[in-house]
């Protein structure tokens, strides 16, 4: 399965950007990670076929995820955004039974910045 992003860009504290990830196939799980110049790649928030989400603490009551099972794509909107926001997004998949994404998209650039 290949997954490609979209939405990323330039944006200002306080405002809002809608991220985009199209898979070639289908998958149990979909979502994002992010990941900061000299920091881990972190959750960001998942979503199951099923439609159970799990957000990272940074970001809950501010983004929010959804999917398309039958488009086969998965959508994140995130408001409020602060300059700690900052990364590299990527999309990401994994297979049921799998804990951890197995499959990866090529990155999308956020900055948040005034």
């Known amino acids: 399965v290949q997954l490609v992003e979209s939405g990323g860009g330039l944006v200002q504290p306080g405002g809002s950007l809608r991220l985009s990830c199209a898979a070639s196939g289908s998958v149990y799980a979909m979502g994002w990670y992010r990941q900061a110049p000299g920091k881990e790649r972190e959750l960001v928030a998942e979503i199951t076929r099923g439609g159970g989400t799990t957000y990272g603490n940074s970001v809950k009551g501010r983004f929010l995820i959804s999917r398309d099972n039958f488009k086969n794509t998965v959508n994140l909107q995130m408001n409020s955004l602060q300059p700690e926001d900052t990364a590299v997004y990527y999309c990401?998949?994994?297979?049921?039974?799998?804990?951890?994404?197995?499959?990866w998209g090529q990155g999308t650039q956020v900055t948040v910045s005034s």
């Open positions: 990401g998949g994994r297979d049921y039974g799998d804990v951890t994404f197995n499959t």
